[in-house]
């Protein structure tokens, strides 16, 4: 398979970018309030709120990891590469329609720091969805070549 000499170092910005992510998603409860909120849930509620915000966390670090360390594998125009990136695709086109089509802005923080989060955040959110989808196109073409 064919791969563009500029598609490695794609991935690898990718793996930085959600790498980044992860970090400075530990932030986000203190900027958003969570303890007061999320104080206010059954035991049980709580519970699965907090574990499904772990399962995102580390979803995205191993997505992270993968990329930055391991592009070449994802890439490499195998079934599972195809599977791999393919999930990744799904997976961050999915957020990009639920930031417009779910989310409700009007609670949003106000001010430009959270403005321009929230614009470096899709940013983001595209450009993996973007480079992803082209990888995953590369790898399924590369199991029929």
């Given at each position: 398979?064919?791969?563009?000499?500029?598609?490695?170092?794609?991935?690898?910005?990718?793996?930085?970018?959600?790498?980044?992510?992860?970090?400075?998603?530990?932030?986000?409860?203190?900027?958003?309030?969570?303890?007061?909120?999320?104080?206010?849930?059954?035991?049980?509620?709580?519970?699965?709120?907090?574990?499904?915000?772990?399962?995102?966390?580390?979803?995205?670090?191993?997505?992270?990891?993968?990329?930055?360390?391991?592009?070449d594998w994802i890439i490499d125009g195998s079934p599972l590469a195809a599977s791999v990136t393919g999930?990744?695709?799904?997976?961050?086109?999915?957020?990009?329609?639920?930031?417009?089509?779910?989310?409700?802005?009007?609670?949003?923080?106000?001010?430009?720091?959270?403005?321009?989060?929230?614009?470096?955040?899709?940013?983001?959110?595209?450009?993996?969805?973007?480079?992803?989808?082209?990888?995953?196109?590369?790898?399924?073409?590369?199991?029929?070549?």
């Amino acid at each position: 398979m064919d791969v563009p000499v500029w598609l490695p170092t794609m991935i690898l910005f990718a793996g930085i970018g959600q790498l980044a992510i992860v970090a400075g998603s530990l932030r986000i409860p203190q900027a958003l309030g969570w303890s007061e909120d999320v104080g206010k849930l059954r035991p049980l509620t709580r519970q699965v709120f907090w574990t499904y915000a772990g399962y995102i966390w580390t979803t995205n670090l191993c997505f992270g990891l993968l990329s930055a360390f391991a592009a070449d594998w994802i890439i490499d125009g195998s079934p599972l590469a195809a599977s791999v990136t393919g999930f990744i695709t799904v997976y961050w086109g999915a957020r990009v329609v639920i930031q417009f089509a779910y989310f409700d802005r009007s609670d949003a923080p106000e001010g430009l720091q959270f403005q321009l989060a929230e614009i470096v955040l899709v940013g983001l959110f595209l450009f993996f969805t973007a480079t992803y989808g082209y990888a995953t196109v590369l790898n399924i073409w590369g199991q029929s070549a």
